[in-house]
């Protein structure tokens, strides 16, 4: 069925590394899509967005690839800090649904210092 | 801005009570969601209003949740006779509903039912 799904549960990486996190979405008709961080105990936090006429964007030390061709968006991470230690979703809207969010499962990102 | 604000924080009770969530969104925001987040199904669309209207309620899980949303700065879900299986965190999210879909989320309310 229709689903928006993460590569990867965990992430493990070294603090001042680079964090690659992949989500694969199967919805051709999806035109917007989120990155949200999650820290224990709190709600979902806006990261960046992107629109599916655009293929890339970039925010403050993060960045958002989108590859409408294989159905693919993934969250660059620079210089991750221990502060990036959360859990990440990505999340869709399906065009005609209005402002309706489909989210992913999750990725945990943990940071070793 | 506060942000999105919901009550209570945590909330624990026994099966068979009437519980009751709820939420304040963001002050000029017109759309208003109400998630649930559990470990195995992640977090699901229960439902979500636009200008006080229920556009979409597909994701309520059974005949007893409900929810409203009397006016533009309150809504509330309720659960009636809650179950066990309603354990989880309840997230209520707001956005401006002007084509700018970007939600802002709560701090949720922690269910636990006994």
Known sequence: ?113 | DAGVIQSPRHEVTEMGQEVTLRCKPISGHNSLFWYRQTMMRGLELLIYFNNNVPIDDSGMPEDRFSAKMPNASFSTLKIQPSEPRDSAVYFCASSPGTGDEKLFFGSGTQLSVL
């Open chain 1, 1 to 113: 069925g229709e689903s928006v799904g993460l590569h990867l549960p965990t992430l493990s990486v070294q603090e001042g590394d680079n964090s690659i996190i992949n989500c694969a979405y199967s919805n051709s008709a999806s035109d917007y899509f989120i990155w949200y961080k999650q820290e224990s105990g709190k709600g979902p936090q806006f990261i960046i967005d992107i629109r599916s006429n655009m293929d890339k964007r970039q925010g403050q030390r993060v960045t958002v690839l989108l590859n409408k061709t294989v159905k693919h968006l993934s969250l660059q991470i620079a210089a991750t800090q221990p502060g990036d230690s959360a859990v990440y979703f990505c999340a869709e809207n399906r065009g005609n649904q209005g402002g309706k969010l489909i989210f992913g499962q999750g990725t945990e990102l943990s940071v070793k210092p």
